[in-house]
């Protein structure tokens, strides 16, 4: 059974930094790509960064996160990190990971491509 386990997350203040982590148990990793998505109290699941497989590794940033934020993988240790700085309390969200077959159809930024999910971590940041 694939598990994809997100740690990390915390309470930070306006202007840290985090990096969260996940790790998946899936064999073939490195053929799958990975995001992150964050869902606030009230609002819908909305996309952060992905990751794509071992066909190019792109990577994908939702704009709001773009340049303060980074995606990257180790396939050796079936982890995906998001290194997310200069976190503003709108950042305020728990954390998903997700994993997709990169088959060359995936859509990165919609949640439903998205096979495996893990539980979510917190992450909160204060003003």
């Known amino acids: 059974q694939v598990q994809l386990v997100e740690s990390g997350g915390g309470l930070v203040h306006t202007g840290d930094s985090l990096r969260l982590s996940c790790v998946a148990s899936?064999?073939?990793?490195?053929?799958?790509?990975m995001g992150w998505f964050r869902q606030a109290p009230g609002k819908e699941r909305e996309f952060v960064a992905a990751?794509?497989?071992?066909?190019?590794?792109?990577?994908y940033y939702e704009d709001s996160v773009k340049g303060r934020s980074t995606i990257s993988r180790d396939n050796a240790a079936n982890t995906v990190y998001l290194q997310m700085n200069s976190l503003k309390p709108e950042d305020t969200a728990v954390y998903y990971c997700?994993?997709?077959?990169?088959?060359?159809?995936?859509?990165?930024?919609?949640?439903?491509?998205?096979?495996?999910w893990g539980q979510g971590t917190q992450v909160t940041v204060s003003s």
């Open positions: 997700a994993a997709a077959p990169d088959n060359g159809s995936y859509y990165p930024y919609l949640a439903i491509d998205y096979t495996y």
């Open positions: 899936i064999r073939t990793f490195s053929n799958y790509a």
């Open positions: 990751i794509s497989g071992s066909g190019g590794y792109n990577t």
